[in-house]
């Protein structure tokens, strides 16, 4: 009994002292080693000793974390000096300061510099916030010290960056080591704070100055459906911060080693991960003095000079990163005859100086007497009203920003400039004036043709559309639709015809093959090319699909879809006729190393242009929406100039005006084109045709196929090859040598942007073709970040198909969907 009361004695002390010390506050003469922790009151944050990394011979920190989740530090104490011996106490001192101590009694860290008044009662209290403070326990509650002004890697929600205490951000040296790394996120200067990410002293990303709603150039930073951010000033002067607006949600700001300024966020009661919404350092554009003076970026890898200015060194703008920047057409004189020009939807430069609250009319005055004065605007920079905001010196860190329109900006121009300007403008209104008389013309001129054919049409009959010489035919092909507005007559060929043309379907006269059959070469009589496709008895398409490829076909008319001729079907023969093109099939130039070489990057560019109306014909502008199903290198036939027509809607389908999906339980098409939810599900749409339009850009660009795509680091096909290269911001690396023309640099990778977009995993995501012809053609047109593509990760393997019958010929697969 006397050895066992001494036990009990001890374990009830223990127990005292651990459930003391779990609350969220400490007193003097209090202390705790390891194993011991405040907690919040509210149980979000837990403040107490910790250790990173596997090793048994690991550092001990002291510092804060989320409580109860994966161990997520939020603030360290220590960070530059860690306890090399695993033991560490802490302990709070009647005068407030708060001291930690390695095993033998040194002082490791404490909090220093504590000012006191008197009747002082400290206590250590661990806020709902994550805050640490050193606060009076009387009725003022006074705060005498906090780690809120001591950040480490995060901004935690009402923890504020200021340029008064010199708050900021400072990263990780790795994931296990958080002493300082090279990174730092702060508000700086105090004349006219900007958001800053450095590494050392060299400025890497900026965002300002503040323009009275956000930081100029930093969408990102602005407010969300989570949280606003806030730019306000107090007795120490400006600051930033951000506020949650839903209490459900913990969210982080954090610096990470590698220097991304990353905002996470996590579901109380429902996320079991914390989830990266957005990452505020993900636009190249924002890298630090991207395109050099007086250049402007407007995309990945897009710089401009603004107008009045032209490269500093042409050979090397445009494709690749070049921060030489741009030189003025017309040299300043520093006199009356400057002056100033307003640019539009551009973030500010950097080093903007204050002035005052002048007038515009003033701040142009003072900005023109200072002959190093290179641009003025009126500013809300501390967002309490304008100010005059001059920039003195070279124009640098300038970005194009469509999204709610930009900053207004009036920069220095040579008197020749300003009156180039003027007269272009008098040469645009003239331009637009005879336009519109010349419209007004041609409508009316139109309007009398329109009605005098609508009458002769009135008046003839339409079965007399496609006919040819009667030599050459031996009645037509009727079909009457019963579910759409009209039938159609096609010119029906006798075989005799048809064999005659094709040299009795000689091999010589074979120039393709696929799962319809055979297609040969023919010539009329008339000395007219044609194309003939010839479906084989044992053919993986038939009857239906044959029937299916006349109604589509000879309903739609468009100049990027291959034109069919007329029909042969006599005894077991089953043929179509169709216009020849000379060159072929689009796979015949772009995977041939000698042939890819003819194609320029512009006829390259006119071919996906010409892809991309022919989709649009056919989801958006046609009388009937038509789902191809099977777009793919080898169905995109060129004619003598290259033009691009879609051919082969033998698998197509026609959807109803309102319809956006359907399902089939049997899958025909081509691996490496269907897109994932068409392939694995059966489901197909028209973002199913958007899908394989972007793996067909992406072929052309590179001229590579993407499933035979081989590279010797890693077993990614080209989709998950231009990922990776996308996000180590090198998409440039995808480009076929051939066609690597810096003059074109902006527009190649815009088109490997839109690419991205269309091959997106999930169909929601991916654009219209509507949308995706306005991208290729509007350069202005900003374009959302791509998301992972879907089978980024298949590469020389098909699909697992061992739950379905499926077959393959000539790359087209059919597979019948079980349980359906």
Not at 692 to 697: A, R
Not at 732 to 740: K, Q
Request: include cysteine; glycine fraction near 8%.
């Amino acid at each position: 009994m006397s050895t066992i009361l001494p036990i009990i004695l001890c374990s009830l002390v223990f127990f005292n002292i651990q459930t003391t010390l779990s609350t969220n506050t400490l007193i003097p003469h209090q202390s705790f080693v390891d194993g011991f922790t405040l907690i919040s009151s509210n149980q979000r944050f837990e403040f107490g000793f910790f250790s990173l990394g596997n090793s048994s011979s690991r550092n001990l920190y002291l510092g804060i974390w989320y409580y109860n989740l994966p161990l997520t530090v939020v603030w360290v104490a220590n960070r530059n000096n860690p306890i090399r011996d695993s033991f560490g106490e802490i302990s709070l001192k009647e005068n407030g300061t708060l001291i930690l101590y390695n095993r033998s009694k040194g002082i490791v860290w404490s909090t220093d510099n504590i000012t006191i008044t008197s009747n002082f009662t400290p206590v250590l209290q661990l806020l709902d916030s994550g805050n640490l403070v050193i606060r009076d326990d009387g009725s003022n509650k006074t705060i005498f010290w906090q780690s809120f002004d001591f950040p480490t890697d995060t901004l935690l929600p009402d923890l504020k960056l200021d340029v008064g205490l010199h708050r900021f951000l400072r990263s990780w040296k790795s994931s296990e080591d958080p002493s300082d790394g090279v990174y730092s996120f702060s508000l700086e200067p105090p004349e006219a704070p900007q958001l800053v990410l450095r590494s050392g002293s060299r400025k890497l990303f900026r965002w300002g100055p503040f323009d009275g709603t956000m930081f100029s150039g930093g969408t990102s930073l602005t407010s969300s459906p989570l949280f606003q951010t806030i730019y306000a000033s107090n007795s120490e002067g400006f600051y930033f911060k951000y506020e949650l607006l839903d209490e459900s949600i913990l969210s982080r700001l954090v610096i990470s080693p590698t220097g991304l300024l990353q905002y996470f966020t996590w579901r109380v009661n429902n996320s079991k991960e914390w989830n990266l919404l957005l990452t505020f350092n993900s636009d190249p554009c924002d890298n630090y003095a991207k395109c050099g003076p007086y250049g402007s970026c407007y995309s990945l890898s897009s710089c401009k000079c603004l107008s009045g200015f032209t490269p500093d060194s042409p050979r090397d703008w445009g494709l690749f990163s070049y921060s030489g920047g741009c030189k003025r057409k017309h040299e300043l004189s520093c006199g009356h005859r400057d002056g100033f020009v307003k640019y539009n939807a551009l973030k500010y430069p950097d080093n903007p100086v204050v002035w005052g609250n002048y007038s515009n009319h003033d701040c142009e005055a003072k900005c023109l007497k200072n002959c190093s004065c290179m641009a003025y605007a009126n500013v809300n920079v501390y967002g309490n009203g304008s100010r005059c905001v001059g920039w003195i010196g070279d124009l640098l860190d300038l970005k194009y920003i469509s999204i709610n329109g930009g900053e207004e900006i009036y920069i220095r121009m040579a008197h020749a400039e300003i009156k180039s300007i003027a007269d272009a403008k008098r040469k645009r209104l003239t331009v637009k004036i005879v336009s519109v008389v010349t419209v007004i013309v041609v409508l009316l001129l139109s309007g009398g043709v329109i009605w005098y054919l609508s009458w002769i049409i009135r008046h003839r009959r339409k079965d007399q559309i496609g006919r040819s010489s009667k030599a050459q035919q031996s009645g037509s092909f009727q079909y009457v639709d019963d579910n759409q507005d009209s039938g159609f007559q096609l010119p029906l060929y006798d075989l005799e015809t048809i064999l005659l043309a094709c040299n009795n379907f000689s091999e010589r006269n074979k120039i393709g093959q696929g799962g319809f059959g055979s297609v040969y070469k023919g010539e009329f009589a008339n000395g007219q090319e044609i194309a003939v496709k010839r479906l084989v008895e044992k053919s993986t398409q038939g009857v239906e699909e044959l029937k299916n490829e006349i109604i589509l076909i000879a309903k739609l008319q468009h100049r990027n879809l291959v034109k069919l001729l007329g029909c042969c079907i006599e005894g077991e023969e089953t043929m179509l006729v169709y216009e020849y093109l000379p060159n072929k099939s689009l796979n015949n130039f772009i995977y041939d190393k000698p042939t890819r070489k003819l194609l320029t990057w512009r006829k390259r560019y006119h071919i996906i242009k010409g892809i991309a109306r022919g989709l649009l014909y056919l989801h958006q502008d046609s009388r009937l929406r038509i789902i191809h199903r099977d777009l793919k290198s080898s169905n995109i036939l060129l004619d003598g100039e290259l033009n691009p027509k879609i051919s082969d809607f033998g698998i197509a389908r026609i959807f109803g005006t309102d319809q956006i999906q359907e399902m089939t339980k049997r899958i025909i098409g081509t691996y490496g084109y269907m897109s994932p939810e068409y392939a694995m599900n059966g489901h197909y749409s028209v973002k199913s045709d958007v899908y394989s339009f972007g793996v067909i850009v992406l072929e052309i660009i590179s001229g590579q196929k993407n499933w035979a795509f081989h590279h010797p680091d890693h077993d990614l096909n080209l989709l998950g090859h231009a990922w990776m290269l996308w996000n180590k911001r090198r998409p440039s690396e995808i480009l076929d040598p051939t066609v690597v023309e810096p003059s074109y640099g902006d527009q190649m990778i815009r088109c490997i942007h839109v690419a991205l977009l269309c091959v997106q995993q999930y169909p929601e995501d991916r654009p219209k073709m509507s949308t995706v012809y306005a991208m290729l053609s509007y350069e202005n047109m900003d374009l959302p970040e791509p998301k992972e593509p879907g089978f980024c990760r298949e590469s020389h393997k098909k699909f697992d198909t061992s739950a379905s019958d499926s077959s393959t010929v000539n790359d087209v697969t059919m597979t019948t969907l079980g349980g359906r």
